[in-house]
């Protein structure tokens, strides 16, 4: 199950209700909103966009209120004035190497237009508001070009119909200084928890006795771990699975190998098999984590993966003294 907008914005106010205290009341033109990966920082971003649209009655934090015409579009993901933008990544030519970035094309019509994107900011900040404020949400600000940068500095400086950009980043020391000292800062930090597991046990409307422990640990107060549970669980119980399985034989290990080739998910498995191993002795985990690196690398490079997870099954059996 994927969690509505909404969910995962009551979620957010949940999670980071002062910090929505705080951005409720925000007067200025932009925000960064700075902490490690998954904390939650896009969730409250969208919140943010919520709370500055809605025409309802405020929340205990001063969060919006779900109901009014400007959330109820939010939620239905329509929302005419909030404008995320990403960076793409772009393949270098004759290279694999992939870098992500935010070209000029996101701001403006580019001469380049293979790298143009659907909506400019530009074009998005001349028309007027239909709720209350035009937003715009810049997710990953650290992959801003310099030139996409530099044309968004004037739109920050002096944004149209008193438009809010809204910046996202991991690395505050990678977001260009020029951003940096135009906007106000927050720092999204991990909850505790306790928090999470609550927020867990609401997100299952009661359906669940007690949250899975091993998600609470393996999320570490980010709340953005919440907006995939499911997938974070099942991705948890393959790890385990397949660790299992290393000391079975090599033929279970092989077949567990193409089992979780099968269910790969870069984002999440990688993480899931690190935290399955986080109680092995030291030497046997830096082997570990070698096997696990060189299998990145090798599907990075489009090598074939059946091979690669069966070299990693090898591998592993050695790391862990089994082979
Ligand atoms: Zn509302």
Redesign the pocket.
Known sequence: MTLSLSESLQGAAQLHGPLLEQTGVFRGNALLLTGPARVGKLALAWAVAAQHN???GRGMYGE?????P??RALAAGAHPDVLLVEPRATTTTGKTARRRIIPIGAVLKSRDKSRDYEVHVFEFLEVRPTHRRRVVIVQGAEFLGLEAANALLKLVEEPPHGALFVFVAEDLRAVLPTIVSRSARLNVSPVSDPALERALLRQSHGQQGAADPDLVAFAAGRAGVLEHAETVHAALTGAAEFTDALGEGLLSALEAAERLEKHWDPAWHPEALRFVWRSLPPHQRARADAALLALQEALEAYASPSLSFQVLALRLREALGHA
């Open positions: 809605c025409t309802g919006a209120c779900g109901q009014c400007s959330c």
